[in-house]
DNA sequence: CATTCACTATTACAGATGTAATCTTTGATA
DNA sequence: TATCAAAGATTACATCTGTAATAGTGAATG
């Protein structure tokens, strides 16, 4: 699988938001977000196809797009190269950033008490 | 500051290591690891100068380079970005996926304890 | 049935990037 | 002092990216 820019990024998210989808869909809810033309993201979309990170099927005139790259495996790859590239490895200055930004959740915080617990078990 | 490339991230990692270093001391250190050509690395210095990222003062005739941007900014900054970017600004998912990969080390555990600990004392 | 739309496919074009090669300048050497 | 060699500066060139515009095609409409 090709690397995926970050403007294909922004035409993943949608498709992991909701697939399939007709290109229109796709644009539209672009569209709001971030000022792109139609044509932007139809020549995005092709490209995505392109590279195999989306694959797409004929309805009628239109076609209907859906995801191949998954986004949990997505992420976690771009996870893993980005802690090799950027940080030689360590996952605690990513940590150190999240928390500057101060965004966690109550929500969010109960979810990683969870995993530690997981966590601590499968240690044992 | 302009975006730095992923190859130009190669040599700022040497001058991090070290600093200043002439233009032959970063080739020499990038040869073995990427082979790379001296022009290249040397191209790649005159862009991270172009950028502001790597300055310069002359030693004779040759320059001796040392980074402008240092390493815990970036990683800061980049960190940021990519959970923004990439994670959506969640951190759940991803440690997720690191748990299910065993790659969750007990140091990661251990600054993620801290990190909800601040959280739940910023909350009282 | 001919024409028009609405889609997709193809083409465009400038700036960034990877990866060097060539040009210019200047200190070192014969 | 004239020449050479090594540094940096400039130029090169194919790809990738961002951002569209134009061309082609088949389904819907008059």
């Known amino acids: ?62 076609y209907l797009y859906s995801p191949v790259l998954q986004q949990p495996e997505y992420q976690l790859r771009e996870s893993q190269s980005f802690i090799q590239r950027v940080l030689s490895g360590r996952l605690a200055p990513l940590l150190a950033g999240f928390a500057e930004q101060q965004q966690l959740k109550a929500e969010d915080v109960a979810e990683l008490k969870q995993l530690i617990a997981k966590w601590e078990q499968e240690q044992k």
Do not use: C, Y
């Open 1 to 62: 699988m090709k690397e995926i820019s970050q403007a294909e990024l922004e035409v993943m998210k949608v498709l992991w938001r909701q697939a399939p989808q007709t290109a229109n869909q796709v644009v539209e809810q672009l569209a709001d977000a971030s000022q792109w033309h139609e044509k932007t993201v139809k020549t995005l979309l092709n490209r995505l196809v392109g590279k195999g990170a989306v694959s797409f099927e004929k309805d009628g005139r239109a």
